[in-house]
């Protein structure tokens, strides 16, 4: 399977507590991306990176969360005291910036249960 | 106000109709506009984008933007159980999607 992967598929972690997601993008991807996606509503935009540099940063991510991709490869969402308010999907993307339209690949998703 | 406005739904339909969904978007500086297709618990699966206005084909599948009402519709024929599904319409600028609500669509056999 030549897609976006994400890791862990669900976790779940007492509040206070930090957790980290690894994505393994499409080979050939350049740019990376990370969503965040509640029940019921849409993806939502928290940061990119273009090979290792992180160009935009969402103000939805908040102190608590980092994100590094070190060698423009895979790339970790790191969140550090997890609140119950972190519940939610995160969703690793990958795309090849010469595309026509950037298209935007997305993995499956990591599940967050904080409780 | 949102700068995609979708209506969630949910939707609902007999096998075999054809589907219309639908957004709104509020900032004309964007050119490229997506439909994704999320089943449950997983990630969105791109469908289709198209560019500008105009229509798009793709089998059962039907994508249109008319960029003077900014408005964005995905027409699905002859209507699958298989197309069972949240739709999410996103608008891409400035190098990341912006997403609508997402619709929920079920299509009874």
């Known amino acids: 399977d030549t897609g976006v992967s994400q890791d862990p598929r669900h976790k779940i972690t007492k509040r206070g507590q930090n957790v980290t997601f690894r994505c393994d993008p499409i080979s050939e991807h350049n740019r990376l991306y990370w969503y965040r996606q509640t029940l019921g509503q849409g993806p939502e935009f928290l940061t990119y990176f273009q090979n290792e540099a992180q160009l935009e940063k969402s103000r939805l991510l908040s102190d608590r969360f980092s994100a590094e991709r070190p060698k423009g490869s895979f790339s970790t969402l790191e969140i550090q005291r997890t609140e119950q308010g972190d519940s939610a999907m995160y969703l690793c993307?990958?795309?090849?910036?010469?595309?026509?339209?950037?298209?935007?690949?997305f993995g499956e998703g990591s599940w967050l249960t904080v409780v | 106000q949102k700068e995609v406005e979708q209506d969630p739904g949910p939707l609902s339909v007999p096998e075999g109709a054809i589907v219309s969904l639908n957004c709104t978007y509020s900032n004309s500086a964007f050119q490229y506009f997506m439909w994704y297709r999320q089943y449950s618990r997983k990630g969105p699966e791109l469908l289709m984008y198209?560019?500008?206005?105009g229509n798009k084909e793709d089998g059962r599948f039907t994508a249109q933007v008319d960029k003077s009402s900014k408005y964005i519709s995905l027409f699905i024929r002859d209507s699958q159980p298989s197309d069972s599904a949240t739709y999410l319409c996103?608008?891409?600028?400035?190098?990341?999607?912006?997403f609508g609500q997402g619709t929920r669509l079920t299509i009874n056999p």
């Open positions: 198209t560019y500008s206005s």
């Open positions: 996103a608008k891409q600028g400035a190098q990341k999607l912006v």
């Open positions: 993307a990958s795309s090849l910036a010469s595309q026509p339209g950037n298209t935007i690949y």
